[in-house]
């Protein structure tokens, strides 16, 4: 492991399996510290295969005093940078949240540290833990320490930098409940798990409601721009039980409304509903092991397709009776990627009853002015979101975190569009595209040059971290675009083929 020794969030952070990867990772590593810490100086370590990244909260005064405040479990990953975290630890049972917290303890006593810290362990399956690092502030995710303990750690360091005791000790330490903090990242996660995005937020409404808690700074009119972290909020949610906590940290991510960037919020869903997170079985190769192709976007169900479908041509309906169109039935077909359904529409006095494909859907009459809505449809209850309308009779709707696009015709349209031919789709494989915004670190070809399928031409920077782009193809490289300092758009063309 090649790291920053300034580093933190996973910044200035590369692993190397071999020489060349060494190489490279050290350069990569030195540019990213040196552009989010100001400091170049870097460390290299073991690195330990797939272990539990568990930390420590600790809470240490000027007079000798000391207490941990339990574990947090932050396995969960992407280019160690931590996305969903929780406390206490599934994994963790009272004898080894004593051997590791007295042992932080111990080093941050060695030391004679004062304030709040955090010491981390990587923990391996068989319960052995291994000193990782010790974060000498407050971190990112302490909100979940502080909803099971009931400590107010910010208050608490601002007592202790005053010179006061801790007010408590070690048996007065609780766990009550579970917490989760899931961190919303401006992001595209269909992309290598996340890469940034940038924009306007032209709609925002964070969630809210019991066990709910949101840490951010923005709000709607926000820009997310290449010069900072991606990270929009921080969702903390707490239950009793860790499947309330979960339960609650479904309902609040399907209410999260963030319209002008892409976001994460469809990766933090499907991990809440995996079978592996569940269970409590977490660690650092998470992601790659659970997702193994990368993520992409949940497939609908059948049966929540035709709800989908039917509340599509509800909505296109209902936009027909604001245009003055007076009729109370409608015809359309209603298509999702490669599935198209036929869908029948009939106003009744307190909603529509539809069919779809021959299936029965009773929709209740709701608000359109609402971004998030929930339904009682046939007995389930479906909280969704409304993006609205775009180009073309497109209905895009938001639905357990995800995105949906349905597209409406009527059955006329509809047989026409199907004899079409499709159009021919360009040769991409040729051109490299910046799968992001951000700026040019290094191009490493010129015109001319003779290049390799996986060879790397190309470093864009973007929210302080160093990007390795790729060729996809052999070749010639017929144009250069772009040179050291670019500032580039997501989907501009930074080098072309012969």
């Known amino acids: ?26 350069k990569l590593a030195k540019d990213e510290a040196k552009a989010s810490f100001g400091d170049d100086r870097i460390l290299i370590e073991k690195f330990v295969v797939n272990p539990r990244h568990i930390e420590i909260q600790l809470l240490c005064d000027a007079h000798g005093n000391g207490v941990y405040l339990n574990e947090r479990e932050c396995s ?21 949240r004593k051997a590791m917290g007295n042992q932080a303890l111990d080093l941050a006593n060695a030391i004679g ?35 099971i303990t009931g400590v107010d750690l910010v ?42 995005s940038t924009g306007r937020l032209f709609k925002y409404v964070e969630p809210s409601g019991k066990g709910v808690r ?14 900072y972290d991606p990270l929009i909020c921080k969702l903390v949610t707490y239950g009793a039980t860790r499947p309330e906590a979960i339960s609650r940290g479904k309902h609040a991510l399907d209410s999260y409304v963030i319209q002008g960037v892409s976001h994460n919020i469809p990766l933090l869903r499907d991990i809440l509903s995996e079978e592996s997170y569940i269970k409590g079985d977490t660690d650092t190769n998470y992601l790659p092991r659970v997702y193994p192709d990368g993520f992409t976007l949940p497939k609908l169900s059948t049966s929540h397709l035709a709800i989908l479908q039917a509340i599509a041509g509800v909505l296109e309906g209902k936009r027909g009776l604001r245009l003055h169109r007076k009729v109370d039935t409608w015809d359309y077909v209603a298509s999702h990627a ?45 909280t969704l979101q409304i ?69 790397e031409v190309c470093v864009i ?6 990007n390795k782009l790729v060729i996809s193809a052999d070749g010639e490289v017929a144009e250069v675009r772009v040179k050291e300092g670019d500032t580039v758009s997501e989907e501009d063309l930074l080098i072309a083929l012969k």
């Open 214 to 227: 949101c840490d951010s700074g923005v709000r709607e009119g926000s820009e997310i721009s290449v010069y």
């Open 461 to 466: 920077e973007a929210m302080k971290m160093q």
């Open 387 to 455: 993006h609205g309308r775009l180009n073309g009779p497109v209905w895009r709707i938001g639905f357990q975190g995800s995105s949906y696009d349905f597209k409406l015709l009527c059955p006329y349209t509809q047989k026409l569009l199907d004899i079409m031919p499709d159009p021919k789709l360009g040769d991409t494989a040729k051109e490299l595209l910046s799968p992001m915004p951000g700026v040019v670190k290094g191009v490493s070809v010129k015109v001319g040059d003779k290049v390799f399928k996986g060879q």
């Open 338 to 382: 490669e599935h198209a359904a036929s869908v029948k529409i009939e106003k009744t006095s307190n909603g529509f009853k539809v069919n779809v494909e021959g299936k029965e859907i009773t929709l209740p009459n709701w608000d359109l002015t609402k971004p998030v809505v929930t339904l009682n449809v046939d007995g389930e209850e479906i």
């Open 1 to 26: 492991m090649i790291k920053a020794s300034a580093g933190g969030g996973g910044k200035g952070m590369r692993i190397a399996n071999n020489e060349k990867e060494a190489l490279e990772g050290f």
């Open 76 to 96: 969960i990953q992407r280019r160690n940078q931590k996305v969903v975290e929780e406390a206490p630890s599934p994994f963790v049972d009272p004898e080894l």
């Open 155 to 196: 208050q608490e360091m601002i007592r202790v930098a005053y010179g006061h005791p801790l007010k408590f000790k070690q048996s007065d330490i609780p766990i009550n409940g579970w917490a989760l903090e899931m961190r919303v990242y401006a992001e595209d996660a269909t992309r290598n798990f996340g890469t940034p």
């Open 113 to 147: 540290y004062t304030s709040a810290g955090t010491v981390e362990f990587l923990v391996d399956n068989q319960k052995n833990f291994y000193f990782l690092e010790m974060n000498t502030r407050l971190q990112v995710e302490h909100p979940i320490s502080e909803c």
